[in-house]
């Protein structure tokens, strides 16, 4: 599906696919002529130079491996009361990235759940607001291959910084891609320490 302002055939701004040659369309739209051809250039280079601001804010969060995962792990991290940074929490994934906490249900099968970035803001966002939280990572086991790489990272949760003891254990697999130019998550997909599953020594820090 596309659409048409007057005679000009909008196809290629709303197609990202389309095989567009930047230059001659540009070119094009100056000689006809017409108000709206320069209205549609301002708007494209408005648009783009918009993006590369907003790429650059966070940038410097996801050039390296450690800095995305430390990102993640602040940016849902907070005292009770204090607004998380939801527009940094979505740029470290790709948009098709997944979110899946897996657990044991009440009637004691193993279930888990799939959530895009925008469904964990929604479901978690306000009370992790309302009841104040803080994830610690406490270990890290990274597996790479090219350009994709596999980190095993144990935490443990807080509500307030001035908890010594923290009420939550898990361990998030994360999946991430390197581009060439930053990192991005793929997926998170974690699961909680219980009685009947305690994380194993390999998983923790090495005791001195």
Known sequence: MYKRLGSI???PFFMGYCKVNLTNLISKLFNMNKPISIIIIMLFFSLSTIGQEKDSKFIEKVRTLDSTITTLYDVISGEKGEPRNWELFKFLFKPEAK??????RKDGTIG?????PTDYIASSGQWLVENG???VELNREIDTFGNITQVFSTYESFRSKKDKEPFMRGINSIQL???GERWWIINIYWTQET?????????LPVKN
Request: hydrophobic residues 40%; negative net charge.
């Open 112 to 116: 888990l759940r799939y959530m895009s």
């Open 133 to 135: 939280f803080f994830e």
């Open 195 to 203: 009685v009947e599953n305690p994380i194993p020594e390999a998983y």
């Open 9 to 11: 055939n909008l196809e």
């Open 177 to 179: 891609l390197y581009d």
């Open 99 to 104: 979110l899946i906490p897996s657990g044991k």
